[in-house]
């Protein structure tokens, strides 16, 4: 959809693929690009495969546009929020093919997601915002709340704690994981059994599901806009 971000639409499925350096860093113009993505894989009633570059998947936000000033910070925060919601409600199924390391937007984009399918290895996984002296903000406490249990959720959100493919399952972060070569193999196997639900009966229990969640990161969403988002030093 635009130089960060491609699509690639197949019979039933689209892939969608985060091309962005070295960090694969979630910048304004990969917020669009997933935007423009996931609207046109709505208009095609696909289910999305959503994955990233060899060995990395997203380390995060676009550090120079959070370090910039709370003002670009929170710009930045919201729209990732905002995205994170659009997934969450998103009427078909979306699948991470995780191909690497998932930090903090990153790790929040599997959080975001229907099914997630991670490499097998030492990679890693996790919110880190505390750790790089980052308050949480209140979407992000929000989605974790949503799909961390209790106790992973206090390790991951107030103590930045960082997980590797296997541990990652048992935090949340990711349902399955697989050898390298069978990512997205497996995500495509995923995806043509997706394919074959009632598309109007998923989109509507997910809803139900997952209404309290939702409303709840709307309110978080509001919260932050008003309040101040930054990495202290």
Known sequence: MNEFVTYKSEENYAIITIKNGKANAISHEVVAGLNLSLDKAKQENKVVILTGQKGIFSAGFDLKVMTKSPEA?????SKGSKL???MLSFPQPIIIACSGHAIAKGAFLLLSSDYRIGVA???KIGLNEVQIGMTMHNAGIAIAKARL???YLNR???NAEIYNSKQAVHAGFLDVIV??????PTAIKAAEMFSKLNKRAHSETKLKVRKQHLEHLEKAIALDLKGNISINP
Do not use: Y
Not at 179 to 184: G, M, Q, R, S, Y
């Open 121 to 123: 290895g030492d990679f």
């Open 73 to 77: 910070a929170k710009e930045l925060v």
């Open 156 to 158: 991951s959100v107030n």
């Open 84 to 86: 994170s919601l659009k």
């Open 179 to 184: 050898p390298e070569d069978d990512l997205l």
């Open 149 to 151: 249990s209790e106790v």
